[in-house]
């Protein structure tokens, strides 16, 4: 992200992102929008972010890659597929030299509003 003013809106942030990282932003929104309709973006801690009754997932462009957050803690078989992206916390970086797995991306959302519904937490 450069450094520019906080963004208010989705829009502002991905307009303010480097060039190479915009259209992979659009699409994780997109994908997002489409797996889960009824999620509300935002902005949280200066980042993109979905939200139901809660904030759920994060999205983020940086210099190398797009960091989804938080953890995917409650599906063990996602979590295994997902740790050639995983940090050493369990965040996810997709590097933007790299084919983009929106569909592996798509099911992190999924799994992730699962995660932090209020009835599901554990």
């Known amino acids: 992200m450069n450094a520019e003013p906080d963004p208010n809106d989705v829009d502002s942030y991905i307009a303010a992102a480097a060039p190479a990282a915009q259209p992979v932003l659009r699409e994780i929104r997109r994908i997002v929008k489409q797996a889960l309709p009824q999620a509300q973006e ?13 904030t759920f997932l994060y999205f983020a462009a940086f210099k190398r890659h797009v960091g989804v957050y938080p953890p995917v803690t409650q599906d063990a078989a996602l979590a295994a597929e997902l740790r050639p992206f995983a940090n050493d916390k369990g965040n996810l970086g997709f590097p933007l030299d790299q084919p983009m797995p929106y569909e592996l991306i798509a099911r992190v959302a999924v799994a992730l509003a699962k995660q932090y519904q209020p009835s599901t937490r554990r």
Request: no cysteine.
């Open 42 to 54: 935002t902005i949280s801690y200066k980042m993109p972010a979905f939200r139901l009754q809660r």
